[in-house]
């Protein structure tokens, strides 16, 4: 008798856990083409830009897009169980931007057999059948930032490098670039080169641990604002803010922020928003039958405290969508 | 019981839900998806059955896959790539089951937590934190080949589950690992070896951890240092669901592959119906409130107090 009411409470359970999610889907039956864009998690700024851009590029474009990601970016498997239950449910075209560069080979092998377009957004692999890739040149943002950091150092001084993990295309690229930099300064030391996951708190940690380590450090690339927040913070903490040069990648709002409070020196802009438009408006142009070009760039600039403000006001700007809402 | 009636309703639910949910196509996805967790939560039943817990099944995990994808790109044929992981998945769960018998570590808690970031830095050092891709066609067949329909790492899983079946049901030391956790001191007072036992228990622990990997690896087409995260509470969770109670004693395996499935069914009924990862990730923690509840509500029946 006990084994039924526990079988009543089971069911029960199900029924209201799976009352939930229906609010929160979205209808299924109209004709219009479905995109499923799958990014490497939802934790951070630079992925709620991206979203927001691609969603502005599907309604005005009339494209049902779903946007789903893992919950966080170092679950590599729970991004490709979401890209094959996207196959299953059916979609017109997919937008990835992958976690894992090898790890999401094979299930895009499935989806390029199926015949489903896949453009690779923001961290490009070496994968034949990609329609295109979208997003920054990161060796070239790497670059930037060295030439940066070499030029306020006037090419001497003790340089730490922190990155987010290994083996991830934009990662490596980025370090690549600023590293290419570095060996043609051969009065600069990279006293640190250390991985933080992208994560804020990892970084702060990190960094901590770099500055017991090498109290006299003069400069530090940190590869995305996520970490390169953290990083000021442990700055901030063995009160060097005012000696320390910090160099971000990404430049969201919070970003640009620590700029104006000459908390960071420098970040390597990243455009998410339009990376996010671009990559829709490019599964658009394909499955209206157009060929896309390989690279799909969405640019790549050095904000500075000289220009941030000028950032700032184009950036505004740029981020009204191109047609309707005249600026007030 | 329970944990059936709870699946299927599921089932039922999403069938109702999404147009998706049943296609075969999806059906062998969920058993594909659930194969790594449904590995890692049968070694994580024994351990549980003997009122332990085993937290570095995860970090295993990694370790294993990349170690078994240097051995496939140094050349190492795939038979013996495959064995010598098994290998060492057992011998990490001797070490597991060695600091608790031996050094008498007060609790697995400890000793595996230990373990757990010993394997996940181990991961890091001999990759030097990289994914190690490209492996020949052999290796991928445990993870991701077919068997006429069947996927093999379904197979494979079902062919596990019925050995542990007979073994935890048939055999003299699977049922002394319910004694050991029904209660340690009657078990040794009637003279079964406990510590054997519990060393056992860990090293059946790491070796499904071992099958795990090969077949994360086979599907990932790479080993790589961050698989794993956080796949020691999937296991938990998984053989919670599933009925086994975390106190020791009570549980089987099939009710362990339920709670696998269910965990899988959520997630991918979940996904195939855009829910965002923040709240599937909520719904999976109430299923686990609601199973436990479950297992204290039959401890009242069992003994009313």
């Given at each position: 008798?006990?084994?039924?009411?526990?079988?009543?409470?089971?069911?029960?359970?199900?029924?209201?856990?799976l009352a939930?999610?229906t609010?929160?889907?979205t209808?299924?039956r109209?004709?219009?083409?479905?995109?499923?864009?799958?990014a490497?998690?939802m934790?951070?700024e630079?992925?709620?830009?991206?979203?927001?851009?691609?969603?502005?590029?599907?309604?005005e474009?009339?494209?049902?897009?779903?946007?789903?990601?893992?919950?966080?970016?170092?679950?590599?498997?729970?991004?490709?169980?979401?890209?094959?239950?996207?196959?299953?449910?059916?979609?017109?075209a997919?937008?990835?931007?992958p976690?894992?560069v090898?790890?999401v080979?094979?299930?895009?092998?499935?989806?390029?057999?199926?015949?489903?377009?896949?453009?690779?957004?923001?961290?490009?692999?070496d994968?034949?059948?990609?329609?295109?890739?979208?997003?920054?040149?990161n060796?070239e943002g790497?670059?930037?930032?060295g030439?940066?950091?070499?030029?306020?150092?006037?090419?001497k001084?003790?340089?730490?490098?922190i990155?987010?993990i290994?083996g991830?295309?934009?990662?490596?690229?980025?370090v690549?670039?600023?590293?290419?930099?570095?060996e043609?300064?051969?009065?600069?030391?990279?006293?640190?080169n250390?991985?933080?996951?992208?994560?804020?708190a990892?970084?702060m940690?990190?960094?901590?641990?770099?500055?017991?380590?090498?109290?006299?450090?003069?400069?530090?690339?940190?590869?995305?604002?996520?970490?390169?927040?953290?990083?000021?913070?442990a700055?901030?903490?063995?009160?060097?803010?005012?000696?320390?040069i910090?160099?971000?990648?990404?430049?969201g709002?919070?970003?640009v922020?620590?700029i104006?409070?000459?908390?960071?020196?420098?970040?390597?802009?990243q455009?998410?928003g339009?990376?996010?438009?671009?990559?829709v408006e490019a599964?658009?142009?394909?499955?209206?039958?157009?060929?896309?070009?390989?690279?799909?760039?969405?640019?790549?600039?050095?904000?500075t405290?000289?220009d941030?403000?000028?950032?700032?006001?184009?950036?505004?700007a740029?981020?009204?969508?191109?047609?309707?809402?005249?600026?007030? | 019981?329970?944990?059936?009636i709870?699946?299927?309703?599921?089932?039922?639910?999403?069938?109702?839900?999404s147009p998706?949910?049943?296609?075969?196509?999806?059906?062998?996805?969920?058993f594909?998806?659930?194969?790594v967790?449904?590995?890692l939560?049968l070694?994580?039943l024994?351990?549980?059955?003997?009122?332990g817990?085993d937290?570095s099944?995860?970090s295993?995990?990694?370790?294993?896959?990349v170690?078994?994808?240097?051995m496939?790109?140094?050349?190492?044929?795939?038979?013996?790539?495959?064995?010598?992981?098994?290998?060492?998945?057992?011998?990490?769960?001797?070490?597991?089951?060695?600091?608790?018998?031996?050094?008498?570590?007060?609790?697995?808690?400890?000793?595996?937590?230990?373990?757990?970031?010993?394997?996940?830095g181990?991961?890091?050092?001999?990759?030097?934190?990289?994914?190690v891709s490209?492996?020949?066609d052999g290796?991928?067949?445990?993870?991701?080949?077919?068997?006429?329909?069947?996927?093999?790492?379904?197979?494979?899983?079902?062919?596990?589950?019925?050995?542990?079946?007979?073994?935890?049901?048939?055999?003299?030391?699977?049922?002394?690992i319910?004694?050991?956790?029904?209660?340690?001191?009657a078990?040794?007072?009637?003279?079964?070896?406990?510590?054997?036992?519990l060393?056992?228990?860990?090293t059946l622990?790491?070796?499904?951890?071992?099958?795990?990997?090969i077949?994360?690896?086979?599907?990932?087409?790479?080993?790589?240092?961050?698989?794993?995260?956080?796949a020691?509470?999937?296991?938990?969770?998984a053989?919670?669901i599933?009925?086994?109670?975390?106190?020791?004693?009570?549980?089987?395996?099939?009710?362990?592959?339920?709670?696998?499935?269910?965990?899988?069914?959520l997630?991918?009924?979940?996904?195939?119906?855009?829910?965002?990862?923040?709240?599937?990730t909520?719904?999976?923690?109430?299923?686990?409130?609601?199973a436990?509840?479950m297992?204290?509500?039959?401890r009242?029946?069992h003994?009313?107090?």
């Amino acid at each position: 008798m006990n084994r039924n009411r526990f079988g009543r409470i089971w069911t029960a359970a199900a029924l209201m856990l799976l009352a939930l999610p229906t609010l929160f889907c979205t209808g299924d039956r109209a004709p219009s083409p479905r995109v499923a864009l799958v990014a490497k998690a939802m934790d951070s700024e630079f992925w709620y830009s991206l979203r927001e851009g691609a969603e502005r590029a599907a309604s005005e474009a009339g494209v049902r897009l779903s946007v789903l990601a893992p919950q966080r970016e170092v679950y590599i498997h729970e991004q490709v169980n979401i890209l094959e239950d996207q196959l299953v449910r059916g979609v017109d075209a997919l937008i990835v931007a992958p976690a894992g560069v090898a790890q999401v080979v094979p299930v895009l092998d499935r989806a390029a057999s199926a015949g489903v377009p896949v453009l690779i957004v923001d961290t490009d692999i070496d994968w034949p059948q990609k329609a295109a890739y979208v997003g920054t040149d990161n060796r070239e943002g790497g670059r930037l930032a060295g030439r940066f950091i070499v030029d306020r150092l006037d090419g001497k001084g003790s340089v730490a490098l922190i990155r987010g993990i290994p083996g991830v295309a934009s990662q490596d690229h980025r370090v690549e670039g600023f590293l290419e930099v570095l060996e043609h300064a051969p009065a600069i030391d990279l006293a640190a080169n250390q991985s933080a996951n992208s994560e804020r708190a990892l970084a702060m940690n990190v960094m901590e641990n770099i500055l017991s380590a090498n109290p006299h450090l003069d400069a530090v690339f940190v590869t995305s604002d996520e970490m390169a927040l953290g990083v000021v913070e442990a700055i901030a903490a063995h009160g060097l803010q005012d000696r320390l040069i910090v160099v971000g990648f990404d430049a969201g709002r919070e970003a640009v922020q620590a700029i104006q409070n000459h908390r960071i020196h420098a970040v390597v802009a990243q455009d998410p928003g339009l990376m996010g438009r671009l990559s829709v408006e490019a599964a658009v142009r394909l499955l209206n039958g157009e060929t896309l070009e390989p690279f799909i760039d969405s640019g790549t600039e050095l904000v500075t405290e000289g220009d941030v403000d000028d950032f700032i006001a184009r950036r505004e700007a740029g981020f009204r969508p191109a047609s309707p809402s005249a600026p007030e | 019981m329970g944990p059936v009636i709870g699946l299927l309703a599921l089932c039922v639910l999403l069938s109702a839900t999404s147009p998706h949910f049943l296609r075969v196509d999806n059906l062998l996805n969920i058993f594909r998806q659930s194969s790594v967790n449904a590995c890692l939560a049968l070694g994580q039943l024994l351990v549980i059955l003997t009122a332990g817990i085993d937290l570095s099944v995860g970090s295993l995990l990694a370790l294993c896959g990349v170690l078994m994808a240097l051995m496939l790109k140094a050349g190492v044929p795939v038979l013996p790539a495959l064995i010598a992981t098994i290998l060492l998945g057992l011998i990490m769960g001797v070490v597991n089951g060695l600091l608790l018998t031996r050094l008498r570590l007060p609790h697995p808690f400890i000793s595996t937590l230990g373990t757990m970031n010993v394997a996940r830095g181990l991961a890091f050092i001999v990759t030097g934190g990289f994914s190690v891709s490209g492996l020949p066609d052999g290796a991928r067949f445990l993870g991701a080949g077919m068997l006429g329909p069947i996927p093999v790492p379904v197979a494979t899983v079902i062919l596990v589950y019925v050995l542990f079946h007979v073994f935890l049901t048939r055999t003299t030391v699977g049922r002394d690992i319910y004694a050991v956790g029904g209660n340690k001191e009657a078990a040794r007072l009637s003279g079964i070896p406990v510590d054997r036992r519990l060393t056992l228990v860990y090293t059946l622990s790491g070796a499904m951890a071992a099958l795990g990997a090969i077949i994360l690896t086979g599907r990932m087409n790479s080993g790589f240092p961050l698989a794993g995260q956080g796949a020691e509470l999937d296991s938990i969770a998984a053989v919670i669901i599933g009925g086994a109670s975390f106190f020791g004693g009570v549980g089987n395996v099939w009710g362990t592959l339920v709670g696998a499935l269910i965990m899988g069914v959520l997630r991918n009924g979940l996904n195939l119906l855009d829910v965002s990862t923040f709240w599937q990730t909520v719904v999976i923690g109430l299923v686990i409130i609601a199973a436990v509840w479950m297992d204290v509500l039959r401890r009242k029946g069992h003994s009313p107090a």
